[in-house]
């Protein structure tokens, strides 16, 4: 799986001019599933996300995390994020297919919520428009 999740002071995922989700402080997670990736995988990366202490403390260090922050979770599926860019026109064969990649995005999002968090989402496989206000900005990569 790989993740790209940015500190965010709101965020908020439409489709067809409808918001379906929204959060305010917390993470915008762009999540991809690759053809290896397993449910212990989903697992692990909601653990590392979900623990993640890249808010600020009364010192103004990074070491709060989501929880300790009360903060909450959009997540939005992107197969992009397994692009191949070896060319001009990105091709996307390295994606995992819908019948893999929706379940472990569920699980995904069943993890983060396992642990106690708001998680808002976007539908698996629809044209979205995400707006987000980062804060920071604070974005940082995963790739289990």
Known sequence: MRA???????????????TVGAIEKGYLVLLGVGPQDTEAVADK?????CNLRVFEDENGKMNLNLEQAGGALLVVSQFTLYADTSSRRPGFSGAAKPDLAVPL????LDACRARGFRVEHGQFGAEM?????NDGPVTILFEL
């Open 4 to 18: 790209v999740v940015t500190r965010v002071s709101s965020a908020s995922v439409s489709i067809a001019g409808e």
């Open 45 to 49: 990366l909601a653990e590392k996300i």
């Open 105 to 108: 995005y569920e699980r995904f």
């Open 129 to 133: 428009q995400v707006a987000s206000v």
